[in-house]
């Protein structure tokens, strides 16, 4: 159309703008409306789909606003003991959450999430995005990139797991040995 929202999270807050294309000035960012105030001071990233859901994060809740409705919907999915949310995205039909524990995924918004099953399950999620057949996460190890399995698979078989070697080296450990001969050196 002639114009694109645009919604995003800056300076403690929850902010919306139309950006008319074509348009020589800069948009006016104002207050997302409707939205609950603990919920915008406290919001960590938004979500705007392709069919005008909004999906926005907090630590602990997600908040689903789905393009037919005026309303949102507060959701507290099921974490990992300890994990707090970092990012949301929607990819491969499923609704995905990036916690500092791992990755979740779900159905939609309003379903049970499930730990996305792959090598690296519980390392912390820094960003989610992907498309309609995959899904990429950054992690601290690297970018996983992970297709849906079927539906009749088990949770735990969520993701098939191809580490992607770009600009994330693998650190080696020192063998034991190493550290032994170095403390053995230093005293």
């Known amino acids: ?25 800069a948009p006016a960012l104002s207050p997302l409306p409707g939205l609950d105030a603990a919920v915008r001071a406290s919001a960590r990233d938004v979500h705007l789909g392709a069919d005008g859901d909004l999906l926005i994060v907090t630590a602990e809740r997600l908040v689903h606003r789905p393009v037919d409705a005026e309303a949102f919907r507060v959701h507290r999915p099921a974490l990992p003991p300890g994990a707090s949310i970092q990012r949301v995205s929607v990819a491969a ?25 792959s090598a690296s ?51 080696s450990e020192p063998s034991v040995q190493a550290v032994f001969r170095a403390a053995i050196d230093h005293l």
Not at 93 to 116: E, H, K, M, N
Not at 121 to 127: E, F, K, N, S, W
Not at 130 to 157: I, K, N, Y
Request: charged share 15%; with cysteine; net charge negative.
């Open 1 to 25: 159309g002639a114009a694109v929202e645009l919604v995003c999270v800056a300076a403690g807050e929850v902010l919306t703008a139309s950006l008319a294309v074509g348009a020589g000035t």
């Open 121 to 171: 399950a519980g390392a912390p999620v820094h960003d989610v995005t992907g498309d309609s057949g995959r899904v990429f996460a950054g992690t601290a190890s690297g970018l996983v990139e992970g297709a849906v399995s079927l539906p009749s698979a088990p949770p735990d078989a969520l993701l098939r797991e191809a580490r992607l070697a770009l600009e994330f080296p693998v650190r």
């Open 93 to 117: 039909g499923r609704t995905w959450l990036g916690t500092d524990r791992g990755l979740l995924s779900a159905v939609s918004p309003d379903a049970p999430f499930v730990r996305a099953g």
